[in-house]
């Protein structure tokens, strides 16, 4: 029987997760969705040719016999109560990140979790999921480039609406960086300090861009983290690790090479929902197979909790122009 899914926010991230779940993942239909604005919610499932029930108050969707687990694709500061609210039913919900705008709402959703006694949160990390990732982690975990010492990465959106902030930089977009790098060199951060370079013309009023993320693990690696939102030439995510005895690349995602006019090219993405489709369509189908089985395997409420205690950090730096302390908690064997 295929997994009843409700879908709370129909934002980019709830269309493209409700297309693939209709049209390219297994074992799951959407039935219902909701939205603040139940007209627009029509409309887009209308033109993905969904037959699902709308529902305006997201809470009532949660609670309906209908549905059997929750996704979370609203706005970032919605998603800790809405996570809370389906979890305390006893639902399993696979929640976008961020988990909580903090790590005190992550931390809630966590005591939850375990009062519940199993797994019910999916945190939509889908990096984890990306075949260039899990191949770059395979050469470092396989030891053949030694011992990490430094990483250097680069976050490049092609450009933001005027709605997105210095903050939203760690809130939204660093996020995936601070787990990403976690899971790749399985190192905890020790510290942060935010530098921020002059801030290009094509930025707006309430938002610094680019900036630069100076990061140090427990083991002593240094990581350098740019994130420039609106560097105006493509969707661009760079990570090189530096070791011991060798560099290891995340290799590029593979497009045609064209000789024209006198260049050798390749394309670069635009969008992250390109960039980035399969780890997507991984992910999903992990959260589906995973409620079925009743044993959900990928990033947890843990990953979004040690994650937030970072960015948290991250936002103290940018205002203090300090380096300061990430206070890393040692993980509970309910996660392990
Ligand atoms: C967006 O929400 C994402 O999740 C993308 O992966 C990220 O690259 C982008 O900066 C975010 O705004």
Redesign the pocket.
Known sequence: MALKLGVIGIGT?GQEHIHRCNNILQDVKIVAVSDINVEVAHNVLNRLKIDAKVYQNSNHMINSPEVDAILVTSSDSTHEQFVLNAISIGKSVFCE?PLAMNAEGCLKIINTEMEKGKRLVQVGFMRQYDPGYCALKKVITDGKIGKPLILHCA?R?EN?DKNYTTEAVIT??LI?ELDILRWLIEDNYKTVQVIFPRTTSNSHANLRDPQIFLLETQKGIRIDVEIF?NCSYG?DIQCEVVGEDGIARLPEPSTVQMRKNNLLSTMLFTH?KDR?IDAYNIELQSFINGVKNEYLTGPSAWDGFAASIAADACLKAQNSGDIEIIKTLPCPIFYN
């Open positions: 991230i990140k976050h959106n933001v939204n977009t995936h939102v969707y992250w980035f």
